[in-house]
């Protein structure tokens, strides 16, 4: 029964580390996307 405590909550803590991370990724690649796309458009020009 410990041992089954123990996982859920390594799992639930790698669950919330993992959405957190993605959490604050998404948003970083979003923006790099932006600014590629805006670069990339200027040179174009």
Do not use: E
């Not at 089954?4 to 996307?33: A, D, E, R, W």
């Amino acid at each position: 029964m410990d041992k089954c405590v123990k996982m859920l909550i390594i799992g639930f803590t790698l669950f919330t580390f993992t959405t957190i991370q993605s959490s604050l990724f998404l948003p970083l690649l979003f923006y790099f996307f932006l600014f590629f796309r805006f670069s990339s458009s200027h040179a174009v020009d």
